[in-house]
């Protein structure tokens, strides 16, 4: 049994939607080729039915052959019996090559994401991620699927085309002409359907986006009274979406029309011609029963054939897609070339042990300064920093510098960052901001990581997270929703710097992890943080003035430049510092 999902997913070839289905289709090869087969064995056996048949008319019923009609009406059971087991195994297979380009596909966009990393946000937009995650992979399994029917659909045509020309050729040219034509007038609805689809396939993507994004503010939405406004624009996009769908629908109804109607007028004109043939004794009855056999049968093969023709073109759509999505390259390189091992001034990184004594925390050595050439910033190790930004736009940026999220000459030690890689970056370095999200899940497992349940108190108690757990009806060990959507947003952000001070990275950048709690709590959190990463290198981007007091150093950042440094008692006498921080206490 093939289990799934693959341990790699390979290099996709992702030049265009066409070369992406071929190439899933090369992986799927052994499934595809095995429910081809299987459905050509099946369909085979189903279109020797109505000869079977005909012939137990013929040589059984009318020439009162007992002997000939048990012969051919075996056959017909054993015909039947053949057909149902090789669909069993054509739909086993066909699940196999469903399935395999979905988890395939799926595994595909989950990597891209994480190596796109921090420019996926600016790239991509959420529901487009949602909608190529949850719809287009199906979509793509179902094209992939359908080949087996469809080609097991050509054989039987094929089949009983043959068949007809060495009973009567003008029957037989019927269907030669007939079917390439119905096929052709299909076709002609196949272009709108896919470009109609198209059209589709973006506005729900835009609007899957919107719900995401209403989703995720809802909170901040009802605090400034948006509900309406955002309910409004939903509403007016829901309708966009609505009508783009009716205008799908007006078109695969034509086709499912067509399906019925044409096949049932090719079966019109071969029964009429089958009984004219019969009347005048160029065949018998059971003959025209097979012919009539035939032309019933050619309706399925034929509904086949334009069912994958629509699924091929609705795959098309997903593939473009998620090419398109593939094809996305980060901002800047993530991979070094063949990096050295960081040799720092320190002599390399220091293994780190919380130190712990009777008199309090033991001063620890840092392995490296963190410094940014671009803003002036250094980021002296083993030290509780906070750096106050007259913008929140110069918090995003120097912490997305910081953290190796954005190209920059941000250097650890003598190191720059861009010659390390990036899983020794995110290792050693974490930038921990208020977008991030809790896990849905057991809450000490989303918090604790690697360390121990010992190390976790403390963590919660310097975040001042204690009443959250004692609030929970199992504690720590109580479930936590998706998203975190069981807490409040001051309990979320306790919770995740819970989470930070867990994952004890040598450099830990905190951007205003207290911005959402109250006067009190957070001088306790200042104080509980401060305590906990004694000797470790902290980070914290925050304007306010109970953080800032704390902290052993303080650097004022403006247009992204540091323009003063030193204690926060000393730069109060900085007109520029005093007003950012006195809009805080205002706020």
Known sequence: MRRFPDPDPGNPDHRSPLSYLLWLAAYQRNAIFLGTLYGIVHVLAQALVPAAVGKAIDAGIIARDQRALLWWGGAVVALGTIQAAAGILRD????????????????????QAARLGATLPKRVAKGEIVNAGVADIGRLGEALAETARGSGAIVAIAVVAAILLHTSWELGLVVLLGVPLMVGTVSLLIRPLHRRQQRLREQQAELTGRAVDIVSGLRVLRGIGGEEVFADRYRADSQRVRAAGVEVARVEALLEGAKVLLPGLLTTVVVWLGAHYVASGRMGPGQLVAFYGYAVFLVDPLRRLTTAAGRLTQGQVAASRITAFLALRPEFALEAAAPAPYDGPYGGPVPYERPASADGPVPYEGPAPLADPASGLIVAPGRFTAVACA??????????RLGRYTDSTVTLGDTPLGDLPPDEIRRRILVADNDDRLFAGPLRE???GRGSDAELERAVDAACARDIAEALPDGLDDLVAESGRNFSGGQQQRLRLVRALMADPEVLILVE?????????????ARGVSDLRAGRTTLVFTTSPVVLDRADHVVYVQSAKAVAQGSHADLLTDVRYRSVVAREESA
């Open 446 to 448: 989303e918090l604790r």
């Open 391 to 400: 913008s929140p736009a110069d918090t995003a940026t120097l912490a997305a």
């Open 92 to 111: 086993r297979a066909a699940l196999t090559t469903r399935l395999g380009a979905a988890y395939r596909t799926a595994q595909l966009i989950a990597r």
């Open 513 to 525: 992890p207290t911005s959402a709690v109250d006067a009190h709590t957070e001088a306790r959190i």
